[in-house]
């Protein structure tokens, strides 16, 4: 079983939709939780992180941490076809480099059509 | 400020040769880790290194292998290339210390091994 189970999609969703991404994990050491963003022959793009639980919100972006059960969540309000990328989880617990080992997702492809 | 820089961008090798790749963190950064990144097995972490030290590592084999420079720039080995070694391989950068930094990916190098 790996870490971190992330459904690989792909997600197909109109324009101005709700999007739900999310992720589950299995070692209840990862602290460090992080959405990344990743377009077609791109490197990822850092969304968004949140350290242990709760909520955190940015623009038409919301992530959640439900450490209790071991899961995650990214909310996209209002879906707009730029959206329309691979969406990575990525996590981390306190090792000898810091937080800087990042278990990653499978990623979720998402398609957002006009 | 400039982003994260990877050099080369494409490369295209044989099977048992070795490969160098180059990464130049964002001004600033002081820790430099790499991925690995493949359509069936995701993101994986390959190692981080900060102030020239390597400070973690994934489950790659020996092959793999890298170093930093004083001014932060990393590169990465990768020896007796397999087929398996063809990838998209990512490096990024961050403030490190032993507190939470984000990740600032590069767009990666693309590798190719016939």
């Known amino acids: 079983q790996k870490e971190v189970e992330q459904d690989p999609g792909p997600l197909s969703v109109p324009e101005g939709a709700i999007v739900s991404l999310n992720c589950t994990y299995s070692n209840s050491a990862f602290q460090y939780f992080m959405w990344y963003r990743q377009y077609s022959r791109k490197g990822p793009e850092l969304l968004m992180y949140t350290y242990s639980s709760g909520n955190k919100e940015d623009g038409r972006f919301t992530a959640q941490v439900d450490k209790s059960s071991k899961y995650i969540s990214l909310f996209i309000r209002d879906s707009q076809p730029s959206d329309s990328a691979t969406y990575l989880c990525a996590m981390s617990a306190l090792e000898s480099g810091g937080y800087n080992k990042l278990i990653f997702g499978a990623g979720t492809r998402l398609a957002v059509h006009p | 400020k400039a982003g994260v820089t990877q050099t080369p961008r494409y490369l295209i090798k044989t099977r048992g040769q070795q490969v160098t790749l180059s990464c130049s963190p964002i001004s600033g950064h002081r820790s430099v880790s790499w991925y690995q990144q493949t359509p069936g097995q995701g993101l994986q972490f390959l190692f981080e290194y900060f102030s020239e030290t390597q400070r973690n590592k994934g489950n790659f084999p020996g092959r793999f292998s890298g170093r930093q420079f004083s001014n932060s720039r990393s590169e990465m080995n990768v020896s007796t290339l397999e087929l398996g070694d063809s990838a998209l391989y990512l490096c990024?950068?961050?403030?490190?210390?032993?507190?939470?930094?984000?990740?600032?990916f590069g767009p990666g190098t693309r590798l190719t091994v016939t």
């Open positions: 990024a950068s961050s403030l490190s210390g032993q507190g939470i930094y984000e990740q600032y």
